[in-house]
């Protein structure tokens, strides 16, 4: 953790003498918030979940000091905060997400104590899946309908919905994944799972394609469906759900690509961005021109070559990190994420009851799929998605809830290692 501050110090000091040719005047205030903060954090985990896993923490405080870094040194552009109030503004939201990461392994002791509310979860997380599409407090931004309005609040509800769900389908899997895994259906010469117990798996296809179609965010629909199927597919071994999913989301798409113009925009910008490279393809050719001059090394932290982006403090920040970082600043963030996920699918495979399995697979596979699907919409490899990059990209929704989502993880790290460590001392006797 120490190591993540410096960096973060550092990295500060650099962006600043990089835009101002000085070293920032608050740089004392900085460094005493920012160690406050995770210091806090990690001595929260230390007391509460004090056999929890030891990389995730300084991971996820090594993302979000390096974006609030990068936020804070972005350019003033019309129509937009400057880069010093958006710092800010993710300053007070990191502050909540600490205060939130702290509250969810204070009150969370037992994850298993979730299962008996599986079914209020999943109302919940359908729910706020449409609540969006509410007239009167849903909010078009961007094109997108994926933002709540109620007085000055603004939020996404996906993004909490995405635990909630996640929550869910755990629970709701380690209960049936046998009577699903073994119950046969038979067409033909093919063996399918008998449909009564697709149910979950059609509900969630028609809840990501209202996603897709009527709030126009294709990021979230293919996170939430992969989540869904992934899930059901390590709950019962079986590929055929993989292939069925996979399936069904790919007529879905296909669909809807056929059916709605801005799904075809989406991916028509996606094949060619310069058949209108001064409208639709703009933001993807300038985060391409970002990231070349960028080369290898960077420009240096402060030292954009000054190609405007627009929504560089969240949809393209990983532009402007591989701008002024080069190749190498990017590798080091996919690397973050790949250390992550394999922390996350280790207290996976080491959990001894079904539903700390799946819930860790689930809670994994939404971290490292969403980095995933942003990171490919900004390098050209799937058509660019609204989600966000988790605890880099500017945004009060994602990064509080990322927080949760972590101080779940190491919670279920936590308690299995106390359970394997009061099992051993019984070994060794027998």
Known sequence: MLMAVIITAGAYVLASLGSDARIPANIIPFLVIVLGLLLGAHIALRRLAPESDPILLPMAALLNGLGYVVIAGLPDTPGRASGEVLARQQAVWTAIGVAAFIATLWVVKRPRDLVRYRYTFGLVGIGLLLLPL????????????????????????????????????????????????????????????????????????????????????????????????????????????????????????????????????????????????????????????????????????????????????????????????????????????????????????????????????????????????????????????GVTLPFISYGGSSLVVNYVLLALLLRLSDQHERRGARARPEAVVA
């Open 134 to 385: 509410i007239p009167g407090i849903g909010k078009n931004i961007n094109g997108s309908q994926i933002w709540v309005g109620i007085g000055p609040v603004n939020f996404q509800p996906g993004e909490v919905a995405k635990v909630v769900l996640a929550i869910f389908f755990a629970a709701y899997l380690a209960d049936q994944r046998e009577l699903i895994a073994t119950s046969v259906w038979k067409v033909g010469p093919l063996r399918l799972p008998d449909p009564k117990y697709l149910g979950p798996v059609l509900v969630a296809w028609v809840v990501t394609l209202v996603v897709m179609v009527y709030q126009k965010d294709l990021g979230s629909s293919l996170l939430f469906f992969a989540l869904f199927v992934v899930m059901v597919w390590v709950a019962t071994g079986r590929t055929s759900f993989l292939v069925i999913g996979t399936g069904l989301f790919a007529a879905g798409a296909w669909f809807a690509w056929k059916t709605f113009g801005h799904v075809q925009e989406r991916v028509s910008i996606w094949l060619d961005p310069w058949k209108d490279p001064s409208g639709t393809g703009y933001q993807v050719l300038q985060g391409m021109f970002a990231m070349a001059f960028g080369g290898i090394a960077g420009t240096g932290l402060g030292l954009g070559s000054g190609v405007p982006i627009p929504a560089s403090e969240s949809d393209f920040i990983f532009a402007v990190i591989s701008e002024q970082m080069g190749l190498l600043g990017g590798a080091l963030v996919i690397m973050a994420y790949l250390i992550m996920v394999g922390s996350g699918l280790r207290i996976a495979s080491r959990a001894d009851h079904a539903f700390d399995k799946l819930l860790a697979t689930g809670l994994t596979l939404l971290l490292g799929i969403q980095a995933f699907i942003i990171i490919a919409g900004v390098t050209r490899l799937l058509p660019l998605t």
